[in-house]
């Protein structure tokens, strides 16, 4: 579970543009991780994971992705197609 520390509650930072206002909706389940240093260059890459607090997430790698946040979005609110 994750949650925003009170000081941070109900912001968010988009980079470029400034603090917004965000709806905090309290400690959620982290659905993976991404890796904003690493570059997927596959169209289809092979899935993988990564350990965090001895949790296994599943892994993307974002770096020089500009569709990063409508596809991080999208799995989101619907998930990954299963054996794709």
């Not at 500009?66 to 989101?76: E, N």
Request: proline letters at 7%; a positive charge; one cysteine or more.
């Amino acid at each position: 579970m994750a949650d925003a520390p009170a000081t941070l509650r109900g912001m968010i930072e988009a980079r470029g543009i400034g603090i917004l206002n965000a709806r905090a909706v309290g400690p959620v389940r982290v659905a993976f991780a991404v890796d904003l240093t690493r570059e997927e260059r596959a169209r289809l890459p092979e899935r993988r994971s990564c350990d965090i607090l001895d949790i296994s997430l599943p892994l993307i790698w974002g770096r020089n992705n500009d569709h990063l946040g409508p596809a991080v979005l999208q799995y989101l609110k619907a998930g990954e197609v299963p054996g794709s």
